[in-house]
């Protein structure tokens, strides 16, 4: 039982370069999240998704798109990287909407 | 919009209780309070939960005012493994949409032995 898992674990993009991060939990949980924290910041929610095939945005979701893939997959897309999308991300997951979410490991993104 | 205040850090010695206030002003009548410790590099682990009163569970206890206008997180006898981040989340996204979930900015909590 993994939990929550996230690839890359690390990467460094141009500015302008797209990339995808993944997302796959394995509890059978219906909620997923990406959220963003920046250093010595709280976490932002970027995306939710309620269920398979519905997502909604939360307090930060310019320059991002999500695509929830199947009840297990939620993937966070930049189409085009800004320096100051630079930040920590990490999905989560809960059985309930908001309630007790599993995190994972996180993606740490550097845009230059 | 609920949003949260935290204080930045605080300092406490082994084995004493730390008590950790949330201030929330705005909640709506339909939020819950929902507590979360982070570690260096890792991601937020859930710790505690609760819409109002008092709920308790093995590693802490959550105090919730009748005008929840606050919470205060207590951790009892704490050890240097619980030198962490502490995040008080507000809202419910459920209700009230993914755009009124709301973490606090956190409080570091460091444990001297």
């Known amino acids: 039982n993994a939990g929550v898992t996230q690839t890359p674990k690390f990467q460094v993009l141009k500015t302008g370069q797209s990339m995808t991060l993944q997302c796959a939990q394995d509890?059978?949980?219906?909620?997923m999240y990406w959220y963003r924290q920046d250093p010595g910041m709280g976490l932002r929610l970027i995306y939710y998704?309620?269920?398979?095939?519905?997502?909604d945005k939360g307090e930060v979701p310019n320059g991002y798109n999500v695509s929830r893939l199947n009840k297990r997959e939620f993937s966070l897309r930049l189409e085009s990287a800004a320096p100051s999308q630079t930040s920590v991300y990490f999905c989560?997951?809960?059985?309930?909407?908001?309630?007790?979410?599993?995190f994972g490991p996180g993606t740490r993104l550097t845009v230059t | 919009l609920a949003k949260t205040t935290q204080p930045i850090s605080m300092d406490s010695y082994e084995g004493q209780e730390v008590n950790i206030t949330c201030s929330h002003n705005?909640?709506?009548?339909?939020?819950?309070i929902t507590w979360y410790q982070q570690f260096p590099s890792q991601g937020p682990r859930f710790i505690i939960q609760?819409?109002?009163t008092k709920v308790t569970n093995e590693v802490a206890s959550l105090f919730i005012p009748a005008d929840r206008k606050s919470s205060t997180l207590s951790l009892p006898r704490v050890s240097l493994s619980d030198t962490a981040v502490y995040y008080c989340?507000?809202?419910?996204?459920?209700?009230?949409?993914?755009?009124?979930?709301?973490f606090g900015t956190g409080t570091r909590l460091t444990v001297i032995p």
């Open positions: 989560a997951s809960s059985e309930i909407p908001g309630r007790e979410q599993y």
């Open positions: 509890m059978n949980h219906n909620s």
């Open positions: 998704s309620a269920s398979e095939g519905t997502t």
């Open positions: 705005n909640i709506a009548t339909n939020d819950y």
């Open positions: 609760g819409y109002k």
């Open positions: 989340l507000v809202g419910d996204i459920y209700q009230t949409g993914a755009n009124n979930l709301f």
